[in-house]
């Protein structure tokens, strides 16, 4: 079965840290740039991070660059979210979802089951 199958989140304080990560299954996972997407309480959809295929590029939204590190463990098939100096905006779920293939344009839109992250005292 072709899935993402994404670790616990949890309740952080402000200023806490966070690991998150994302198992693959089914596909062949070095072959994909990969991405963290959140949706917290009252908003929409944001993007979070982007990591190519290989691990030798990355992307941060503006609000997370500096505090959260994208990476990923080809033999592993799994990608990691570190996040740290949290704060109370972090708040939401946050799933991982495939992108596009290598020599591809366009996802397919298999996305993980999402995870809670809440940052609160």
């Known amino acids: 079965e072709v899935q993402l199958v994404e670790s616990e989140g949890g309740l952080v304080q402000p200023g806490g840290s966070l690991r998150l990560s994302c198992a693959a299954s089914?596909?062949?996972?070095?072959?994909?740039?990969m991405n963290w997407v959140r949706q917290a309480p009252g908003k929409g959809l944001e993007w979070v991070s982007t990591?190519?295929?290989?691990?030798?590029?990355?992307y941060y939204a503006e609000p997370m660059k500096g505090r959260f590190t994208i990476s990923r463990d080809n033999a592993k098939n799994t990608l990691y979210l570190q996040m740290n100096s949290l704060k109370s905006e972090d708040t939401a779920v946050y799933y991982c979802v495939k992108g596009a293939h290598t020599y591809g344009s366009t996802a397919d839109g298999l996305w993980g089951q999402g995870t809670q992250v809440t940052v609160s005292s």
């Open positions: 089914g596909f062949t996972f070095d072959d994909y740039a």
């Open positions: 990591i190519s295929y290989n691990g030798r590029s990355t």
